[in-house]
């Protein structure tokens, strides 16, 4: 057992249950914390894939901003009542079911498939995956117009946001 | 001995590999050691910092600060520490246990996690990640988390107030903060920390001042400090969102501070100072580290001479100032430095400095054009005398009224 | 050393988690947290393909990127209407938002 198995066993693990504590806890605060802690797990495992500009990037992103406005918006929409009610859809058990049916399947195909055991080759003498993820958004004939696509996406949503909580008092 | 910690770290790396362990293991028992030192020699001068913050405030103040324990007073950040230690650890009814307990503890620890990337030294860095200028980013983001922590957990209307408000302030001014470190990331042409500082021959606070100086801004609002400090307004909301905690949770959180002004001023002297670099600093590595720490405390100073100086702002002042006028100021800067760093591709470096720094000094005549005007178009509004409108109602020849 | 399997059968756990939630909660925002796990899910799969297949062409990382900026939209939107309609009805429970039902 190397040490980068150790490593991702246990981040997986940690992972994985506090996914399961963020759908099946009654307290939505402590949700958006549990969140908070898959997503750093989840930034974790981008750094054992060598992806480390994605590991920053997840915490800048999803951490410093997508879990802080969800727990921005569950404290904005509490009832004055500390009172949340059942937090769990009567029909629960048909979704455990499809989810685990799900999971089944593709660890099946995975499974069955040849290169699932495929080992990584190590990077070339002087490659730089940052470098190139950088030349590749901005170089014309590779993925210059879905970047600038996303940004126009970016900036809809902005003003989208702005627009629907507009308070029109 | 010009290098003594990788002399140290060399003999340990060999007394490792005497008893036999594979090479993965000797890795990751060094980087824990690695950890263990930085980790703890940082705390250690945290408590100094509890001096040098009480001395410089009463000089500013024209006092004289504490000096009857020990020397000069250099014993008082202890009895500090054996007072917040001997304190009572009250939890306020209704709080969340586990959460009020982890946020100090999350707020020191984002400060102390900055320091992995920071290059005290020409061969003394913690990890030369290559995106080190993204990583300080994402771990102050991870700080805005551990305040709203503690503002929910204290379960406290006024600490919650205090947590949104700081909240808002933080993400407000990352904004700017982060496009003026792209500016060093452009001129140096890399993100990894240590690279900045080994291409800066010449400060880049020389090529690029108008960044450096909104870092600075954006570093004051990160830290909470004055004119920014809406949080911890003592007069308005008592202490913001760390009002009930007490004990060494509440000097987590002000260590905290401290470490936190003391790291931004060490991220500025990287980026625009220079960081290690000095005379002799690369054949004498102990000479970058004492570099490094001489212009930290400097910027320090300047952190806290910048608190102890100017008046609190308001909200809606503050968030203007950013929104309005430093983030479209720092992304002009940005796109005129892209492209006269691309203009200027195979100049030589004394044309490529003075082109920077004339470029910066007309952004600044315009910069200072534009907010004359607007500073004279507030002052008339305020300034002229209002017509006062009087009201004169002409009432009916009814004497029985009382009026 | 960490075959690829390994992290495909962790994205699909990590996914069909996000899954369940998505299909179980009542709250508005836990759905979205549901969803936000089975894009996490999706990068850590998109990432892993990369790293273990094809690192030499950017395909993947710029798949990632783009997932990582939609993401950040999506919730910005979905956390706007949440709050809006808050503001209308009171509830955030997905049940008693049925205004359109039959």
């Known amino acids: 057992m190397s040490p980068l198995q150790v490593i991702f066993i246990l981040v997986s693990a940690i992972t994985l249950g506090a996914a399961l504590m963020v759908v099946t806890t009654r307290n939505m605060v402590r949700a958006a914390l549990w969140l908070v802690l898959t997503l750093f797990g989840v930034a974790i495992l981008f750094v054992l894939l060598e992806a480390g500009f994605f590991a920053v990037a997840q915490v800048i992103i999803y951490i410093g901003a997508i879990a802080i406005l969800m727990i921005f918006a569950i404290m904005l929409t509490r009832r004055i009542a500390h009172d949340p009610g059942p937090q769990i859809n009567a029909t629960w058990p048909i979704a455990a079911v499809i989810a685990l049916v799900v999971f089944g399947l593709i660890v099946f195909f995975v499974q069955g498939w040849g290169k699932a055991a495929s080992q990584p080759a190590p990077f070339p003498a002087g490659f730089d995956p940052l470098r190139e993820l950088g030349v590749a958004l901005v170089s014309a004939n590779q993925y210059l117009i879905p970047f600038e696509i996303a940004s126009i996406l970016l900036l809809a949503a902005l003003i989208g946001a702005i627009v629907i909580a507009w308070d029109k008092k | ?403 | 050393m960490i075959p690829l399997s390994w992290y495909l059968i962790f994205a699909a756990a990590l996914f069909c988690i996000g899954l369940f939630g998505v299909l179980s909660r009542r709250n508005a925002v836990a759905i979205l947290m549901g969803v936000e796990l089975m894009l996490n899910a999706v990068n850590v799969n998109l990432l892993a393909f990369w790293r273990y297949l094809t690192f030499e062409k950017m395909a993947g990382q710029v798949f990632a990127v783009i997932v990582f900026a939609v993401a950040a939209s999506e919730v910005a939107v979905g956390l706007a209407l949440v709050i809006s309609v808050y503001r209308r009805r009171q509830s955030i429970v997905a049940d008693d938002i049925n205004l359109l039902k039959y």
């Open chain 2, 1 to 403: 001995m010009a290098d003594p910690v990788t002399f140290i770290g060399q003999w340990l790396e060999s007394i490792l590999v005497g008893w036999g362990l594979s090479s993965a293991w000797i890795s990751v028992i060094m980087g824990a050691l690695g950890v263990l030192v930085l980790g703890g020699g940082v705390l250690l001068v945290d408590i100094f910092l509890v001096w040098v913050e009480r001395k410089v405030v009463a000089r500013f103040q024209d006092r004289l600060g504490p000096n009857r324990l020990g020397p000069f007073g250099l014993f008082q950040p202890i009895a500090d520490v054996i007072k917040l230690l001997l304190k009572e650890n009250i939890t306020p009814q209704g709080a969340d246990k586990f959460v009020y307990n982890l946020a100090p503890i999350l707020a020191l620890a984002t400060v102390i996690i900055l320091w992995a990337v920071i290059p005290l030294s020409v061969t003394v860095v913690g990890s030369t990640i290559n995106v080190g200028a993204l990583y300080i980013v994402a771990v102050g983001a991870i700080g805005t988390l551990a305040i709203i922590m503690a503002g929910w957990a204290s379960n406290n209307k006024y600490a919650l107030l205090g947590a949104f408000r700081m909240v808002a302030q933080m993400i407000s001014y990352e904004v700017p903060m982060v496009i003026a470190i792209l500016i060093p990331v452009i001129l140096a042409k890399s993100m990894s920390l240590a690279d900045i500082v080994a291409s800066q021959s010449v400060w880049y606070i020389v090529l690029a001042p108008i960044a450096a100086v909104v870092f600075l801004i954006g570093a004051q609002a990160e830290l909470g400090r004055a004119p920014f400090d809406l949080s911890e307004a003592e007069s308005e909301i008592v202490a913001g969102f760390h009002i009930e905690y007490t004990g060494m949770k509440f000097g987590l959180f002000y260590a905290g501070e401290l470490l936190h002004a003391l790291t931004f001023g060490g991220l500025f002297a990287t980026f625009f100072l220079g960081g290690w670099r000095g005379w002799g600093a690369e054949t004498y590595p102990i000479l970058g580290i004492g570099y490094f720490f001489v212009k930290a405390m400097f910027m320090y100073w300047v952190i806290m001479w910048i608190k102890y100086s100017f008046p609190r702002v308001r909200i809606d002042q503050m968030l203007n100032f950013c929104w309005k006028f430093l983030t479209p100021l720092i992304l002009t800067v940005l796109s005129i430095t892209a492209i006269l760093d691309k203009l200027m591709s195979g100049v030589p470096y004394w044309i490529y400095v003075l082109v920077m720094l004339f470029s910066n000094l007309v952004i600044l005549y315009f910069v200072y054009q534009a907010v004359g005007r607007y500073a004279r178009k507030e002052r008339q509004k305020v300034a002229d005398p209002e017509k006062v409108q009087v009201n004169f109602r002409v009432r009916s020849s009814t004497p029985s009224q009382a009026s």
